[in-house]
């Protein structure tokens, strides 16, 4: 029987891929990101999934394997590992497990090792750092419960996003609202690249005329008299 939160539909999985960890975190308000250090561990990694959480004891990681051999695709790994850097919570071999399994990625608040192997596989692994301590292998643990990673509370089954910004959770009761609002935002910042491009342009060329500064900075400078 399987303890895994319902997948995400593929549509919301498509949808999110378009979209980027800056744009869904607007979505929300400035919200949603975990902290700043937990970053791919090669750039230009990307992951999008539904949350399967695990919760550690610091240094210890075999809540984790078991997590691994309970996924498949459509899920992202998301392990509370309280923050713990002294000893790795994961390396190569399991990397390579939880990719044969399916899963999308692990997103980890921890430290993990075998940077070289790591690095340069396409398997997204978001973690602080990496260090060769390797881990205990006692518990205790949880698994598919709700968790805290990155100082972000997440539920089983949230969507998460991660890239080379950081790593976004968006609670699922709120993911088509927040998408929504993220293509909105997408299409505006792509509407107001090319103006500010023209206006670069038009410059260049001696021509330029008008006010590229945005209606709502003037708006919000009236308030301070400006």
């Known amino acids: 029987m399987s303890h895994l939160a319902p997948a995400l539909s593929e549509d919301i999985i498509k949808r999110t891929k378009r979209l980027n960890t800056t744009l ?31 919760s550690l004891r610091p240094g210890d990681n075999l809540f984790l394997h078991q997590a691994i051999y309970d996924g498949t695709e459509g899920y992202v790994l998301v392990a509370d590992g309280k923050g713990h850097t002294a000893n790795a919570y994961l390396g190569e071999l399991m990397a390579a497990a939880a990719k044969a399994m399916g899963i999308e990625g692990i997103v ?24 060769p301590n ?20 997440i539920i089983p089954g949230d969507l998460i996003i991660g890239d080379d910004d ?20 997408l ?9 500010i491009e023209a206006f670069e342009k038009a410059r260049l060329q001696g021509e330029v005329g008008g006010n590229i500064q945005p209606s709502w900075l003037r708006e919000q400078m009236k308030v301070y008299g400006l």
């Open 166 to 185: 950081g790593v976004v959770v968006v609670p699922r009761e709120k993911v088509e609202e927040v998408l929504s609002k993220a293509e909105k935002k």
């Open 108 to 131: 980890i608040d921890g430290a993990v090792r075998d940077k070289d192997t790591l690095s340069q596989s396409e398997f997204p692994i978001f973690s602080k750092g990496f260090i």
């Open 24 to 54: 869904i975190s607007d979505a929300m308000g400035c919200t949603g990101s975990m902290d700043y250090k937990i970053k791919p561990v090669s750039p230009g990694m990307k992951v999008v999934g539904a949350a399967l959480t695990v």
């Open 187 to 195: 299409e505006y910042e792509k509407t107001r690249l090319e103006t």
């Open 134 to 153: 390797g881990p205990l292998k006692d518990g205790p643990g949880e698994l598919h419960k709700p968790i805290s990673c990155g100082g972000v509370a």
